[in-house]
């Protein structure tokens, strides 16, 4: 199969080339209740100066949330949602020189999103909570990343062959809708229906991952697999991101998903001269 991770994708003036450079995703939750930066920057003027910050720390891409997804949270209906994310989705597209991507799973307001700028849609659900977003990212031809998530935690005799199936049926209905392989960018969903043994062995399977041939997005920014093995709260958790940063990119991974983009970014970069995918030129 044609590994699509090798396809360079420009999108708002800016070359993805996954064989060069391993890119960041600066998380931007502008909600009174995400699980680690709840309330910060849920007004305009606030989620600017941070996307802005995080532009400048090394972040390519950033990914505007307007629902908290963390365990146990309340759906918003549509239209609260949108209130909260288009005002600032278009004042980044003003004054942010990035990609805009939008954490939602729910088909109108992914449309509403794009038709304000973003310009990828981050499915938590994998196109399956609402498989008309599916559409949306095909009619208004956007990328869609399609993270594995399921409604329970039952994997059968096989953690990995059934993660593994149901990312596959999650492409199928991208697919299917019209989106073309090359629009397609996969996530693993760490901290999603997973016990924290499930999370590790997910980790530990990012290379078979990468083999199904598209883009992997590895999003575990201060998740809780990191405070069990650690035992620390969400606010101590920046060297065990730091780790599966590193471990992800070794295991291939092509995009990281990240709250602290000035220390990660550096360990992206410094990984991505080890592993070979960056050059690094001596000084005359």
């Known amino acids: 199969m044609l590994e699509k991770y ?89 004054e942010v020189p990035a990609i805009i991507s939008v954490d939602t799973y729910k088909a109108n307001v992914a449309r509403a999103a794009v038709e304000a ?71 693993p969903g760490i901290g999603f229906a997973k016990t924290t043994t499930h999370n590790i062995e997910m980790m530990q399977h990012l290379d078979d991952l990468v083999l199904m041939g598209y883009p992997v997005l590895l999003a575990t920014s201060r998740k809780s697999m990191i405070g069990n093995v650690l035992k620390l709260p969400v606010e101590q958790r920046l060297e065990g991101t730091a780790a599966t940063v590193v471990y992800g990119i070794e295991k291939g991974c092509h995009m990281i998903r990240v709250h602290d983009v000035k220390e990660m970014a550096r360990a992206t970069y410094m990984t991505d001269v080890l592993v070979g995918k960056r050059l690094y030129e001596e000084e005359a």
């Open 117 to 187: 700028g973003a310009h990828i849609i981050n499915d938590i659900w994998g196109a399956k909570s609402e498989p008309e977003i599916a559409q949306v990212a095909a009619q208004l031809n956007v990328p869609i990343i399609l993270m594995h998530n399921r409604e329970n935690q039952n994997y059968g005799a096989g953690f990995w062959a059934t993660a593994k199936a149901d990312l596959e049926e999650s492409i199928s209905i991208a697919k299917k809708a019209g989106v073309p392989d090359t629009h397609i960018i996969l996530d």
């Open 6 to 94: 090798k396809t360079p994708l420009t999108i708002n003036g800016i070359t993805l080339d996954y064989t060069s450079e391993t890119f960041v995703m600066g998380i931007l939750n502008v909600t009174p209740d995400s699980f680690s930066d709840g309330g910060k920057y849920n007004n305009v003027e606030a989620a600017v100066a941070q996307a802005k910050k995080m532009v400048a720390d090394g972040a390519k891409i950033i990914d505007v949330g307007g629902e908290s997804t963390r365990p146990g949270y309340e759906r918003i209906s549509d239209e609260d949602e949108i209130g909260r994310i288009v005002p600032v989705i278009q004042a980044l597209l003003a």
